[in-house]
């Protein structure tokens, strides 16, 4: 007798399927006390048809002490201040794709009138799975079908009145190992939302000239480490000067939706022997 084992895979790891994942866009739905709905499109872009679901969870990207990022779902301080997923209703979160096809999510949110001056923000969890099973024999005579499940995470921002954003660059540290040195940004927000931007690295020698940079998209929702790891094999042995810089500047997110500030910089030497 042929025995079956089912298996079930959850998240990107299994990237190298990638058929079985679908497309999310945009990145981030605005939706505001004026226009209090917005909408989002899922697309299969395999081929086999996909199982689809929605939801809504509370979290933000946060750092340890040494940079490394996470999301956090756990920190109901914060949720109770700034979560507005108990005010949104989604419509479908359940259903199923074909190969090619496009469906549009429609969402809708309905805050209290008391509502405070500021964004507030949740996380759109889409999950999907292919509703073909992938049958793999194993030994024994022992068969597994194999599930793969992808989750993908996009964030719902809900904008109420006047908004602003600040950037407290508290401090700039450097540290080495037998690789690299490591850049750390440590950086607080203000005002009533979060800090969407661009944070980049330049990295000098004693001449002045530049002998290494770098460039990413920064989100600080609390407080955020930006680590960077700058090869030794870019740095002879000699005096640097690495210089962080954090600006508003994000091409993947509308013009009218974007939080300005004036950019703000912090240097500190270090020394590679």
Not at 22 to 41: E, H, L
Not at 44 to 61: H, K, L, M, T
């Amino acid at each position: 007798m042929k025995k079956f084992l089912f298996v079930g895979f959850a998240s990107a790891i299994f990237a190298l399927h990638a058929e079985a994942q679908v497309v999310i866009a945009p990145p981030i739905v605005f939706i505001s006390d004026q226009v209090p709905f917005g909408t989002f499109t899922v697309s299969n872009a395999s081929q086999v048809p996909q199982e689809v679901d929605i939801s809504f969870r509370f979290g933000y990207p946060n750092t340890d002490s040494l940079g490394k990022v996470f999301m956090d779902y756990s920190d109901s301080a914060t949720a109770e201040k700034y979560s507005c997923e108990q005010w949104i209703n989604g419509f479908p979160t359940k259903f199923i794709l074909n190969p090619g096809q496009e469906q549009v999510v429609h969402m809708s949110v309905s805050a209290p009138d008391s509502l405070a001056d500021g964004e507030y923000w949740t996380r759109l969890i889409t999950t999907s799975q292919p509703q073909q099973r992938f049958s793999e024999t194993l030994k024994n005579g022992i068969s597994a079908n194999i599930i793969f499940v992808f989750t993908q995470v996009t964030s719902v921002v809900y904008e109420k009145g006047n908004l602003g954003t600040q950037l407290d660059f508290q401090s700039l540290q450097t540290s080495q190992d037998s690789g690299a040195v490591d850049v750390y940004a440590h950086l607080k927000r203000g005002g009533n939302a979060p800090f969407l931007g661009e944070v980049s690295l330049s990295v000098s020698d004693q001449s002045g000239n530049v002998v290494y940079e770098k460039k990413e998209l920064i989100a600080v929702y609390m407080q955020f480490v930006k680590k960077f790891a700058v090869p030794l094999s870019k740095l002879p042995p000699g005096s640097y000067t690495a210089s962080v810089t954090v600006s508003s500047e994000r091409p993947d997110i509308p013009a009218e939706n974007l939080i300005k500030i004036l950019p703000v910089t912090k240097s500190t030497s270090f020394s590679v022997n």
